[in-house]
């Protein structure tokens, strides 16, 4: 069956540091990965998608990689802040297929 | 403004009793997701749909059921054969591309 693993510890780093996020699947072929963010008691917010030709993709203070041979993405966030404290779900999507699941997420927690 | 409603926010039913949880979009998307999240866990699938008067089940749909009837509303009822209802419910949709999901608020439902 299809599977999707994220980070199972939580992250706690110092602001300023960068934080390095895992998503690896099994079972999927995805032609797209996307990366959210979700605050507690609130539904997830988009961040970043990456496609399975690009190797690295990256949007402010974020970056992205999409290794299709280990199955593997890696989500970074550089210079992080108290503010980027959140849980970071990733979610594979096939082509063709809305199906969409998520992993458990990691959560992030920076401190001052 | 465009975007997602779900309501209510918070709803308490008693064991035993179905309930249907509203979800609308005005963002003019095809695609329609369920989604639970129970404490401390990711997005669960339960059910989408891809176009009006179509849906497929997802990993959880046992003791679900949802109706697509009109593009902007995909609403969900929790019957009672779902053993454990009490969680977090967040609504979905994405446009044909479906490079990117948006989120509705959410409803917490509490069955006592």
């Known amino acids: 069956s299809q599977k999707i693993e994220q980070n199972s510890e939580a992250l706690n780093i110092q602001e300023g540091k960068t934080a390095t996020l895992t998503c690896n699947y099994t079972?999927?072929?995805?032609?797209?990965l996307q990366w959210y963010r979700q605050d507690p008691g609130r539904g997830p917010v988009f961040l970043l998608l990456?496609?399975?030709?690009?190797k690295e993709k990256r949007k402010e203070r974020l970056k992205v990689t999409f290794d299709t041979t280990l199955k593997q993405s890696l989500f970074h966030i550089t210079a992080s802040q108290p503010a980027d404290s959140a849980t970071y779900l990733c979610?594979?999507?096939?082509?063709?297929?809305?199906?969409?699941?998520f992993g458990a997420g990691t959560t992030v927690t920076v401190r001052a | 403004d465009g975007g997602i409603t779900q309501s209510p926010k918070y709803l308490f039913r008693k064991e035993g009793q179905n309930v249907t949880l509203s979800c609308e979009q005005n963002?003019?998307?095809?695609?329609m997701y369920w989604y639970r999240q129970d404490p401390g866990q990711g997005l669960r699938l339960i059910y989408y749909s891809q176009i009006v008067n179509d849906f497929q089940k997802g990993d959880i749909a046992e003791g679900y059921s949802v109706s697509r009837e009109k593009k902007e509303s995909f609403p969900l009822t929790v019957t009672s054969a779902q053993k454990n209802p009490t969680a977090f419910y967040l609504c979905?949709?994405?446009?044909?591309?479906?490079?990117?999901?948006?989120f509705g608020p959410g409803t917490r439902l509490t069955v006592l």
């Open positions: 990456i496609r399975e030709n690009e």
């Open positions: 963002l003019n998307h095809d695609a």
């Open positions: 079972n999927y072929s995805p032609a797209y």
């Open positions: 979610a594979p999507r096939e082509l063709n297929d809305y199906k969409l699941s």
């Open positions: 979905a949709s994405t446009n044909r591309q479906g490079n990117e999901q948006f």
